[in-house]
């Protein structure tokens, strides 16, 4: 549906063929608020993505249009600033990463729609940031590769954008593959690939529709928290450069009589570190009955200890926590609204999604709005994923 909305524009508005990207939002199955503590992360690309069509101009004018909003933006190469649509900015960001890298690129147009849910924790600023730079790539023959696209996608969203976000988002959807996780070394940015097919199993969302409001404001605030835990420690052990390096005997020393908060918030990163790494043992193993209560204690860590999760969140993850079939289930992404994640046996989703919408709706009034998710291919052109 997206890339027949794209393909009915781009016949309309442009004198050229377009080159479609598309770049898909991501889920992560364990590992949040590690990424930007150098530490692991498991996600995964998604089946609801951004569409992306772009072509040539011969000026320098950018020309952008959000065809989901049904609104356009026009500047120029030469004057690359935030704005008040605020939604230019995942694409001008990206332009600007690339010129402060020294890549020359020309005017250009670009439309773009998706099916990744808005404020749902599937990171589309990071599938638009993504589609972006692989599309001018692609136009402009910059050569970049994989890694590079992903790391000036990072910076767009830190340094245009403003969010401190970690390399996650981004990560998974550059380089997500069909039915496999993504174990990322965020400090190293050596990854593996983790097979997860299991056919009696599906990837459930329950979106929550409660929006981020406080999401970026208390995302870069808990940066801060962890990194003031580093500093604490690192008057005593030099070589502790992020919470990857800490344990929590130096957390128990040096942090916990300080700062009750920030021990914390410490605490459920130095956990979810080594968590995660178990619960990678466990899909080795395929024992998916393991892996799924290693989820449900992160669901508990971020939110008692880290402080992000929110009535709705916390009412799901309980909800679900009590149903027949569901192995494991967790808020997932920033925090403060947003989706849980659920790993359900196949024969149980009618059941679940029923009595949760249900149950949901009775205690907050609100419909609930749920996605049976598959783990698809990360950023491609649409070319290349007819072919493949």
């Known amino acids: 549906m997206e890339q027949a909305k794209l393909n009915a524009f781009s016949q309309q508005h442009f004198d050229q063929e377009p080159i479609m990207v598309r770049a898909a939002g991501r889920i992560n199955l364990i590992g949040e608020h590690t990424d930007y503590n150098n530490g692991f992360v498991l996600p995964a690309a998604i089946d609801k993505a951004i569409y992306l069509a772009i072509v040539k101009r011969n000026d320098n004018k950018i020309v ?94 830190n340094h245009f954008v403003g969010v401190r976000c970690g390399i996650m988002d981004q990560f998974a959807s550059m380089f997500g593959k069909k039915q496999q996780l993504i174990k990322l070394d965020c400090a190293s940015l050596e990854y593996e690939y983790i097979p997860f097919n299991f056919d009696d199993v599906s990837l459930v969302l329950l979106d929550t529709q409660v929006k981020h409001s406080l999401a970026s404001s208390e995302y870069n605030t808990r940066r801060e928290e962890c990194e003031t835990g580093v500093a604490l420690i690192k008057k005593h052990h030099p070589h502790v450069n992020s919470l990857r390096d800490a344990n929590m005997d130096m957390l128990d020393a040096y942090v916990k009589g300080h700062d009750a908060t920030v021990y914390n918030r410490c605490r459920y990163v130095v956990e979810e570190i080594q968590r995660l790494q178990d619960a990678c043992e466990d899909l080795q193993r395929n024992d998916l009955h393991a892996f799924g209560k290693k989820v449900f204690a992160t669901h508990e860590g971020l939110d008692k200890l880290y402080n992000v999760s929110c009535p709705e969140l916390n009412w799901l993850a309980e909800f679900a926590a009590g149903q027949q079939g569901v192995l494991g289930a967790r808020m997932m992404g920033g925090g403060f609204g947003g989706c849980t994640i659920n790993i359900v046996k196949k024969s149980a989703v009618p059941a679940l999604l029923e009595k949760a919408a249900a149950g949901y709706e009775q205690q907050f009034k609100t419909p609930l709005k749920a996605y049976v998710t598959s783990i698809e291919d990360g950023c491609r052109t649409v070319n290349n994923l007819v072919n493949n």
Do not use: K
């Open 64 to 157: 952008l249009h959000a065809l989901d909003v049904n609104d356009s933006y026009e500047g120029t190469l030469d004057q690359v600033v935030r704005t008040a649509q605020q939604w230019p900015d995942y694409l001008l960001g990206v332009v600007q990463q690339l010129q402060q890298a020294g890549h020359i690129i020309g005017g250009f147009e670009c439309a773009f729609c998706g099916n990744v849910p808005l404020g749902a924790g599937l990171s589309s600023s990071a599938a638009l940031e993504c589609a972006t730079i692989f599309a001018l790539n692609e136009l402009f023959g910059l050569e970049i590769g994989r890694r590079d696209m992903t790391l000036l996608a990072q910076a767009a969203e």
